[in-house]
């Protein structure tokens, strides 16, 4: 196959997309059936059922036990805000985000002390098995759950301070940089790794859809002269959700 050649399943997906991208086919409509593709576009049946195949990958449609496959609803992607900036009233992003009553967000925590794993304390710079404080959160939007976020704290900083339950205790709910500023800890800089990955059983579950829906993942660390602070993982549905960055220029 030379440069620029397509594979006839990929240009029977890919005039099925346009339809679907145009309205032609609108969503919760009906998508044609396998004998029907087959004969509209003169292929094999295995070229059919390759193009549904690729439309299902990519969220487009979905299947329904019983009933056939189905254009799925495409909504507006929502903006989840990073920023560099202090916030004026001292909360995270996400929670002066989630304070404007249009958008009605709410959260829910755990917080547990647990062993470090390798690759939590290597984000933290401490040892595997190092005690730290787990703090998992389900956000939501509008009632709908919207992410989850799994955020690690070193028990050997925070362990019998104020802070060390990070929704709990005179300063609940704060973001990190105000909370380490309590123990005479100075948050200077933080990190954040961005990538995607189809999502986990236990998240799809909480965030619905099906397995191996794909899931944005930001890998935040936060620092104090040099010294890992805090480390989370923010879990977000790709196909729902973007992220903004506002960031300071120096």
């Known amino acids: 196959m030379s440069f620029g050649e397509q594979p006839a399943y990929l240009r029977v997906a890919g005039d099925l997309r346009q339809k679907i991208v145009d309205g032609s086919l609108a969503p919760h409509t009906r998508l044609p059936s396998q004998a029907r593709i087959r004969a509209e576009y003169g292929v094999?049946?295995?070229?059919?059922l390759e193009a549904r195949?690729?439309?299902?990958a990519e969220g487009l449609v979905e299947g329904r036990s019983g009933s056939g496959t189905y254009v799925r609803e495409r909504l507006e992607p929502r903006r989840i805000a990073r920023t560099g900036y202090r916030l004026a009233d001292d909360s995270?992003?996400?929670?002066?985000e989630?304070?404007?009553?249009?958008?009605?967000?709410?959260?829910?925590?755990?917080?547990?002390?647990?062993?470090?794993?390798?690759?939590?304390?290597?984000?933290?710079?401490?040892?595997?098995?190092?005690?730290?404080?787990?703090?998992?959160?389900?956000?939501?939007?509008?009632?709908e759950p919207m992410m989850i976020v799994t955020s690690w704290e070193p028990l050997a900083l925070t362990g019998r301070t104020p802070v060390m339950l990070p929704e709990?205790?005179?300063?609940?709910?704060?973001?990190?940089?105000?909370r380490m500023a309590a123990i005479d800890v100075v948050v200077d800089n933080v990190?954040?790794?961005?990538?995607?990955?189809?999502?986990?059983?236990?998240?799809t579950t909480l965030l619905g859809g099906l397995p191996g829906?794909?899931?944005?993942?930001?890998?935040?660390?936060?620092?104090?002269?040099?010294?890992?602070?805090?480390?989370?993982?923010?879990?977000?549905?790709?196909?729902?959700y973007r992220l903004s960055y506002h960031l300071p220029v120096r």
């Open 213 to 240: 829906r794909v899931v944005i993942v930001v890998s935040r660390t936060f620092f104090a002269s040099g010294r890992a602070v805090e480390t989370a993982d923010v879990v977000i549905p790709a196909d729902c």
């Open 44 to 48: 094999s049946d295995t070229v059919a």
């Open 98 to 143: 989630q304070a404007d009553e249009r958008v009605r967000g709410t959260w829910e925590s755990r917080s547990e002390q647990e062993a470090a794993s390798p690759e939590v304390a290597r984000r933290l710079g401490a040892e595997p098995g190092d005690r730290v404080m787990c703090t998992r959160y389900l956000h939501r939007a509008e009632g």
């Open 191 to 203: 990190q954040e790794e961005v990538g995607a990955r189809p999502g986990l059983a236990e998240e």
């Open 53 to 56: 195949k690729v439309l299902m």
């Open 168 to 178: 709990e205790g005179p300063l609940a709910g704060r973001g990190v940089v105000d």
């Open 92 to 96: 995270t992003p996400f929670r002066q």
